[in-house]
């Protein structure tokens, strides 16, 4: 049988449940025509580089598949009947990636680059600053004395 990976990318509005249901429902397409589903991804919610029927993002997920031809074909018809599904893509292989894939790892290697960033929106210290120095403790102005120094 032969290796494939098929991706497809399903609408912005759709719940992750929604997108584990149309993964599990191309599982049991190919599995019921004799091929077997190696490995499921889904790499989440993601930006779209040009908006797809007025979406600008997209659910994205990948199956490696080991099946025959006839397979993918009746895989791919099921998809294009599927509304939720705006855009698929299979791909044959000569041989099927070992661990994650690399968008898996990019998506754990941000992931840590968040973490290590100190400070932005959590609300930790926001760390060097360059070359401007401390400005200590600095006396409160008084809104009034201030708007009183403006008119003289």
């Known amino acids: 049988m032969a290796l494939y990976e098929h991706v497809f990318l399903a609408r912005q509005d759709l719940a992750q449940a929604q997108v584990d249901a149309?993964?599990?429902?191309?599982?049991?397409?190919?599995?019921?025509?004799?091929?077997?589903?190696?490995?499921?991804?889904?790499?989440?919610?993601?930006?779209?580089?040009?908006?797809?029927?007025?979406?600008?993002?997209?659910?994205?997920?990948?199956?490696e598949i080991d099946a025959p031809g006839g397979v993918i074909l009746e895989l791919e018809r099921q998809t294009q009947i599927n509304e939720d599904v705006i855009r698929y893509m299979t791909v044959k292989v000569d041989e099927l990636e070992q661990?994650?894939?690399?968008?898996?790892?990019?998506?754990?290697?941000?992931?840590?680059?968040?973490?290590?960033?100190?400070?932005?929106?959590?609300?930790?210290?926001r760390g060097d600053r360059g070359d401007r120095p401390d400005r200590g403790d600095r006396p409160r102005r008084d809104r009034d004395e201030a708007f009183a120094g403006e008119q003289n």
């Open 99 to 125: 661990g994650p894939t690399v968008m898996m790892r990019k998506q754990e290697r941000d992931r840590e680059r968040r973490g290590d960033r100190e400070g932005g929106r959590d609300g930790g210290p």
């Open 22 to 63: 149309l993964a599990e429902a191309a599982t049991k397409i190919v599995e019921d025509n004799q091929g077997k589903v190696v490995k499921t991804e889904s790499w989440g919610l993601r930006s779209l580089a040009y908006r797809i029927a007025k979406n600008r993002k997209a659910h994205y997920v990948m199956l």
